[in-house]
Each structure stands twice: as C-alpha cells, then as structure tokens.
C-alpha cells in the first residue's frame, strides 16, 4: 500500500508528522505539502506562477510553494511512482464541519485526491492537543479501508475528538 500524505497546515505542521508516523504501520507513506500554512486555500490550483518543489532532507518529505490541491495533483502527476493507492490529508489543526469543508484545505487536498480516482480520506483534530489520538484512528481507518476499500467516487471527512487516547 502506497499512501499519499498531505495538508493545508504545511510540511512542518505538527499533525502531519503525527499522521505520516502513524501511516508507517499501513504501508510506504510519501508526504508533499505546502511549504508553509495554506488553509483556507480550498480547491485553489496556481497558474500563473511555476509550482517550487523541494525535497526536505532531514524528512524526505516534498514540500511545495502551491496549495494543497497543488500538492495533490503534481504528487499524483508527476512525483509519486509507482502512483499512490490511496490519498490522506491532515491532520487538521481544527475542526472542519459544516461551511468549515467548503473552505479547507485539507478537504480539498483529499477532494483532488477523489477526482484523480484514488480512495481519499481527509482527518482533522477539533483542537490542537492529541494529534496521536487522530493518527491513530486516522491508521486505523486506512487498515480498514485496505480490506473494503472505499468507492474512488467518495471521500471520508474525519473528525477527532481532542481527548486523549484512553478517552
């Protein structure tokens, strides 16, 4: 299993440290994400500036001067080979319910995900405190979904708790 990791939180953001790590144990995990904080980015593509990509040594993450859908799009396009089998985006710094999904780019990141035919999970964390709590449903989920995949045509839209995890 191939699992595309990305965010609206950035390269460096804590949850999608959390996220990878936990992923590890569901299979090869390949991260790009924006090189800085893009939420509220929603489906935004860039066109008209050329899409900066580095390659994080100290990671081996990829991070992207784009948004998230950015990310996305070029990992699945150009990046990641052999391609993904699935797509993650988190986790979120917060919540992303009701009018929160239109704008959010971690949605959006697993909404390209979607229109590139991969099975896509978004995870967010309503709070800023148990990220090990969210990677570890967030794991969990992706080992399900290994054994009865999810349609390519839908997408889970995820949130956790802020507790931790014995709650």
Do not use: W
Not at 13 to 32: F, H, K, Q, Y
Not at 81 to 107: F, K
Not at 110 to 137: C, D, M, N, Q, W
């Amino acid at each position: 299993m191939r699992i595309l990791v990305s965010n609206d939180d950035g390269v460096h953001a804590e949850g999608i440290g959390a996220l990878s790590e936990a992923l590890r144990a569901c299979g090869e995990v390949i991260v790009v994400a924006p090189d800085r904080n893009r939420s509220g980015a929603s489906h935004s593509l860039t066109l008209e500036v050329p899409l900066r990509v580095t390659r994080l040594n100290e990671s081996g993450y990829y991070a992207v001067k784009g948004t998230p859908t950015d990310c996305v799009h070029l990992a699945v396009n150009e990046l990641v080979r052999p391609e993904p089998d699935m797509v993650v985006a988190g986790i979120n710094h917060g919540a992303n319910l009701g009018d929160d999904v239109i704008y959010s780019g971690t949605v959006a990141a697993a909404t390209e995900g979607r229109h590139l035919g991969y099975p896509s999970i978004a995870i967010s964390l309503v709070g800023k405190t148990h990220f090990a709590t969210a990677a570890h449903y967030a794991a969990l989920l992706v080992k399900g979904l290994m054994k009865h995949p999810l349609p390519a045509d839908q997408i889970l839209n995820v949130n956790v708790p802020d507790l931790p995890l014995a709650q």
